[in-house]
């Protein structure tokens, strides 16, 4: 076996607000052995991911948290060097929740194979990815969008909400999406086909809904919580659909954040509100892949990506998130695809 040093990420201690440098540390280990039934992944591309600030706190919520001193894990892409099992080869691109590290040894467990040809590598981690599936079920099961429906996306700019817009689009639906700067909303509406959009650092989120949603909205798909969730409670329809993805306003928050009451606006629109998470559809991921792959394929899908350089970047990475400083998914580049394998 060749000698291998091995960054890792560790989370050393709880961040309070938008983590820093210091919650973090880059330490170097050897790569462990591989034993019978494991395979040895070196990262290609790292994804960082709005859920993961809730594991850094320390709680149990609908995952287990982060532990301190412990090596971070994410989302990871990656080539197989070395290989004791059955059902893996060397040379095999897979994609699984993974170390934040430069290599990653797994029993196999949660891997599965990314074929190159069918769409870049990178793609695994985002629209025909665990983002890409989030919006595929969030939308589909709990929206249920119909053709000429009004669809609002909050954290419309992201690996999600891009997403979901695209597949409003592909069932008819209108679409107005809510975004933190005009470059990004310049991007959904020219590149992506949304009909109306949101800046709403700039612009008064309630009073460009009443403009921009004028027969009132049939479906919200909610990522951000908060304040424009706040506004969009007011102007919802009859048996409109709320699917509740994320609360990245709130992830950050020291102190508990107040809101309306929603549930008279509930009632008096017999609408659904629901929250979920992407491993509720574990057992219909095929299909979610397939169609997502199906899609991109055809050209009805399209993505950006913001690949970030260097696994020791990954901490500037993840809080760029918090910052709105991506458009689409949000990468690390932790070593060339065509690079040889060391």
Not at 222 to 238: K, P, T, Y
Not at 266 to 279: D, E
Request: one cysteine or more; proline letters at 4%; a neutral charge.
């Amino acid at each position: 076996m060749i000698n291998r040093t091995n960054r890792e990420f560790l989370l050393v201690s709880r961040p309070k607000g938008i983590p820093t440098d210091d919650n973090f540390k880059l330490q170097t280990n050897q790569v462990p052995k591989v034993n019978d039934g494991e395979v040895l992944v070196q990262t290609i591309y790292l994804s960082v991911d709005p859920y993961m600030r809730g594991r850094m706190n320390g709680v149990k919520t609908y995952t287990s948290p982060f532990e301190l001193n412990q090596v971070l894990t994410g989302g990871v892409v990656g080539r197989i060097i070395e290989s004791k099992h059955d059902k893996f080869k060397v040379g095999d691109i897979v994609e699984g929740r993974l170390n934040w590290a430069d290599y990653s040894v797994t029993s196999g467990k949660g891997l599965r194979k990314v074929d190159p040809n069918l769409a870049p590598i990178s793609t695994a981690l985002g629209v025909v990815g665990m983002p890409g599936l989030t919006a595929y079920f969030g939308l589909l099961d709990i929206g249920k969008p119909k053709a000429g429906e009004t669809v609002v996306v909050s954290g419309a700019a992201g690996a999600v909400g891009t997403v979901v817009g695209q597949i409003a689009k592909i069932h008819g639906c209108r679409v107005v999406g809510i975004a933190g700067s005009d470059e990004k909303n310049t991007y959904l509406e020219k590149e992506l086909g949304f009909d109306a959009t949101i800046n709403y650092k700039t612009e008064n989120v309630k009073a460009s809904l009443k403009e921009k949603c004028p027969d009132g909205i049939d479906i919200y798909f909610d990522n951000v919580g908060g304040e424009i969730s706040d506004a969009v409670m007011s102007l919802l329809n009859f048996q409109a659909r709320i699917a509740v993805c994320g609360i990245i306003s709130e992830y950050n928050n020291t102190e508990p954040s107040f809101g309306p009451r929603i549930q008279r606006y509930l009632l008096n629109r017999s609408a659904l509100m629901k929250a979920y998470i992407v491993g509720d559809y574990y057992e219909r991921f095929d299909e979610g892949y397939k169609q997502l792959g199906k899609w991109v394929k055809e050209g009805k899908l399209t993505y950006r990506e913001n690949i970030v350089n260097g696994l020791e970047n990954a901490p500037k990475a993840f809080t760029g998130l918090f910052r709105g400083e991506n458009i689409g998914k949000q990468l690390v580049r932790v070593r060339n695809e065509n690079d040889e394998i060391i």
